[in-house]
């Protein structure tokens, strides 16, 4: 049986797996699926991977795997608008993801998106205080004083929240803005 359709929005059942956590059919698919390697790469319309959706939703077993399994090509692989797993990861705040994916790519993962934005700018918009710590420490300084394309750094999207935040916003999750803008103030 063929199992590397796609949905209108280019989703194939791996993607489904795991956006419903389903972390044995994922393992069932990328390790016994008929063209395991296609399903695992594939992108959706916008060019989320599974390892972006996994690090969206905050499924660190099922991140950690694909990253096992699909290795730096997949971790580096972007979306059409350039962000990556880590700052789909950072956020919603899952700092255990955050930490995966450094770990695994190092300051690579660090990059930026086709609008200049880094992991921490969209960290610090949703006032993910813990990950945007976290990013700060292993980003270093030039990390932390980093421009948007619009000339925004994280302190200034920590205030604004804005655009960023609505794009990676999950409803009643924010965290402490207030609080991620002193702490970015302190740094700049």
């Known amino acids: 049986a063929a199992i590397q359709g796609r949905d209108c929005d280019g989703w194939n059942c791996l993607m489904y ?3 419903n956590n389903h972390a044995d059919v994922v393992k069932l698919l990328c390790k016994h699926g008929s063209g395991s390697g296609v399903l695992l790469m594939q992108s959706g319309n916008k060019g989320g991977t599974p390892l972006t959706l996994a690090a969206y939703h905050g499924f660190p077993g099922i991140a950690e795997y694909l990253c096992d399994v699909g290795g730096e090509e997949l971790m580096f692989k972007t979306r ?5 797993a880590l700052s789909w990861a950072a956020g919603q705040g ?6 995966l994916l450094f770990e695994r790519g190092g300051a690579r993962m660090l990059g ?3 609008l200049g934005l880094t992991a921490l ?3 610090a ?5 813990q990950v945007v710590r976290f990013l700060c420490e292993v980003g270093g300084d030039a990390y932390v004083s980093a421009q948007t394309n619009n000339g925004e750094n994280a302190a200034d999207k920590a205030r604004a929240g804005g655009a960023t935040a609505g794009y990676f916003a999950e409803k009643g999750k924010e965290g402490d803005r ?3 803008v002193r702490f970015l103030e302190e740094r700049l």
């Open 121 to 123: 700018h969209v960290a």
């Open 80 to 84: 059409n608008d350039g962000t990556n």
């Open 17 to 19: 797996a795991v956006c």
């Open 94 to 99: 899952h700092l255990d993801i955050v930490r």
């Open 178 to 180: 207030e609080a991620t």
């Open 125 to 129: 918009s949703q006032a993910r205080l």
């Open 112 to 114: 930026r998106s086709h």
